[in-house]
């Protein structure tokens, strides 16, 4: 079955750094746009950056921008997400979507757009 599989989460303290992996299986991603989504414990889901399919476009919530780069490495079938400067209210499970058509040449964070979800994986900022 078709898979996103995110991976790098972890517990790190204010002002560090994590990279995030998201690995898609049983289908190539490189003509997809994908997102990073994130939800914190009591609040709704926030979406945070996407990336288009050619990787020419990308797009960042006010809350991470200057602080997150999305990336794609098509060789590897994989989306990263780095994350430097971590904040507390950065602590979530941080999710990756993919887009639920192959291009157009675009980057969206409205989650309607995207059909595959991965299952997340937990980032804790704590001191």
């Known amino acids: 079955q078709l898979q996103l599989v995110e991976s790098g989460g972890g517990l790190v303290q204010p002002g560090g750094s994590l990279r995030l992996s998201c690995a898609a299986s049983?289908?190539?991603?490189?003509?997809?746009?994908v997102a990073w989504f994130r939800r914190a414990p009591g609040k709704e889901r926030e979406a945070i950056s996407c990336?288009?399919?050619?990787?020419?476009?990308?797009h960042y919530a006010d809350s991470v921008k200057d602080r997150f780069a999305i990336s794609r490495d098509n060789a590897k079938n994989t989306i990263y997400l780095q994350m430097n400067g971590l904040k507390f209210e950065d602590t979530a499970v941080y999710y990756c979507?993919?887009?639920?058509?192959?291009?157009?040449?675009?980057?969206?964070?409205?989650?309607?757009?995207?059909?595959?979800w991965g299952q997340g994986t937990q980032v804790i900022v704590s001191s």
């Open positions: 979507a993919r887009a639920w058509r192959p291009g157009p040449n675009i980057c969206t964070v409205a989650p309607d757009y995207y059909d595959l």
């Open positions: 990336i288009n399919n050619r990787a020419t476009i990308s």
């Open positions: 049983r289908f190539t991603l490189d003509n997809y746009a």
